[in-house]
């Protein structure tokens, strides 16, 4: 186990106040917080963060962490003293902004609830829920897929050290499902304490960036590039959606930006979301003489301004 | 670390098939009754039923209720701001789709 500084993660001396913690995890979470940040690494820093200010602000587990020494330097390999922790009363189940899952295995030893649980036999209770995050493809909601997923699970060993173990569970994600939809896995939070039930699991879906299509809900998008004569004339396609291939009919006239919606080709589900193919029309360089020659015969050809909505 | 296989396990669609009670919301997000309680009050959550008892919230509560906690207890905002920073919130994933499916252009 590798020991954690909580102050170096959020830039404070030892001798910080119980302001100067606040302000400084105030200050670091708003910037951190995945629902705002823009930081592809805001989910793992806020949870780092989260766990520091879980300690560092009550002061009872900021005295028991203190007591360890300031010998400690981050990263450095760690087991805690036997009875570290005697003389502190850590009080309640509020382990602040963390999700209650996810946290290291240092702080699981030290103030993980299997540590306290420890402490206190005969105890019922029900077990907490979990919270993670899973990312499926567009492929995988119009299909449905199996997942498996890793949860790490703090576990008091023979010894009665607290150790994480890694838990696979393979989840079965249903055709249909949206980003920013939950599935719940009933019993498959955590443990509960003594003969009481475990609790729930809830897992977020969000999609991975797909190259060609954008989602918005239940409806795909696409970009469609097309050669001006093709939007101009007409043309009759092959378009790969995440469903397969569909035949489709560009009719004569389609305007660049003017979606083309194939009802029902979104998202499955009821009702299903619908496909939109947005035409990109694509110019070609006029490079070769016959090539600069056809753009002179469009030129003779057309009666068209093209800065006639600038006249106005 | 060991590692353990389980069977394949099934969830149900919080959005689709759950209504989550008072209950079960508090339970799902560590939020207290009371917490829950002025968020509603505030529109922060719109559960379905008239009463506290019969209230059924959706699984978009789930993700607002987890913020709400968050900016609750971490940055202290009471319930009118936590309604309007959760506006704010909606206000830029909402851009941030519109942002996404009008593409690179």
Redesign the interface.
Known sequence: MKFKDYYETFGLPRSATQDEIKRA??KL??KY?P??SKDPDAEARFKELGEA?AVLKDPEKRAAYDQMGSQWKSGQDFKPPPDWNAGFEFSG??F??GD?MDHSDFFEALFGRQARGAQRPGMHA?G??H?AKVLIDLEDAYRGA?RSISL?VPEVDAQGHV??????????I?KG?RA???????G?GEPGLGEGPA??L???IGFNPHPRF?I??RDV?L?LPLAPWEAALGCSLAVATPDGSVQLTVPAGTAAGKSLRLKGKGIPGNPPGDLYV?PKVVLPPAVSESEKEAYRAMAKAFDFNAREPMKR | MTNTNLQLIRGAIVEEEIHLTLEELCQACRASEEHVMAWVFEGVLEPIGDAPPDWRFTGSALHRARLALWLTRDLEINPPGVALALDLLDEIAALKTRLQRAGSR
């Open positions: 995890y105030r979470a708003r917080h629902d705002v200010y189940r509020d602040g902004a209650g029900r907490e829920d919270h199996q790490r150790v994480l173990r890694e838990r696979r569970l393979d989840v079965s249903p499902i920013g939809q939950h599935l719940r896995l009933t498959q609790g729930d809830y897992l977020e954008r918005d809900d998008y970009d947005v």
